[in-house]
């Protein structure tokens, strides 16, 4: 018998592609969206503290990455994908994305019929204020964009898109951002939150944009923190 503790396979079906993934735990649900050019597997150590916080978590592998089918080339179709999670997950589940997936999450979340199932956002070192010349020098700086360029530039393009999305969204926020060698400055915090005042920020010392490498307990801690009364 498989237990609440023991991962359970997920996959769905979309047009063109095959989304594979796994859930662990029971309880109200995190669906959980890794950063470009990693695994879900990236959220494991961050699952553990959550499933024994009594919750339940979803995370899959994106499009172009992992077990995943097809490739990443534009951010509509990643956010096409975070929809289609949604709508597989119980209403109330929150929603947490490391740079692109929060990213993909903010567009996806500009659906209303998404928004209606998700109780909240939480942004994982990621805000919706691009500037384009330092977000590709900071990508540069940890590692080859290669397959990824496509992607990038057209995510970047979404950036006005991404803004007023944010400013309209009315669900709860929570910004999580590294303390060393993270991606942002105190500029794109104070920006994110003159678009959504509401939103709570979060700084995990010791953690650079990977958060999620860098410092999982802390991180869920954070998360479940903050996101308690959210449901």
Do not use: K
């Amino acid at each position: 018998m498989i237990g609440p503790t023991a991962p359970r396979v997920r996959r769905i079906t979309r047009p063109d592609v095959i989304l594979r993934g796994e859930e662990v735990g029971a309880g109200p649900t995190f669906l959980l969206l890794h950063a470009g050019g990693e695994r879900r597997q990236v959220w494991g150590p961050v699952s553990e503290v959550l499933v024994d916080a009594g919750y339940r978590c979803v995370a899959f592998d994106q499009r172009g990455h992992g077990d995943s089918e097809g490739s990443a080339r534009t951010l509509s179709a990643c956010a096409e994908d975070v929809a289609a999670m949604v709508h597989t997950e119980p209403p109330a589940s929150v929603v947490v994305g490391a740079s692109l997936g929060g990213l993909a999450a903010i567009a996806a979340l500009a659906d209303p019929a998404v928004r209606a199932r998700v109780a909240g956002l939480v942004l994982v070192d990621v805000v919706p204020c691009l500037e384009p010349s330092r977000v590709r020098r900071f990508l540069a700086s940890v590692g080859p964009l290669g397959a990824h360029t496509e992607l990038v530039e057209d995510t970047l393009a979404q950036a006005p898109r991404l803004r007023q999305v944010t400013a309209e969204l009315d669900l709860p926020l929570l910004l999580v951002h590294g303390g060393n060698g993270s991606s942002l400055t105190d500029e794109d915090i104070d920006q994110l939150l003159h678009l959504a005042p509401h939103t709570t920020v979060r700084p995990i010392r010791g953690a650079g944009h990977l958060i999620a490498r860098d410092q999982p307990v802390a991180l869920a801690q954070a998360v479940i923190a903050t996101t308690a009364a959210w449901r």
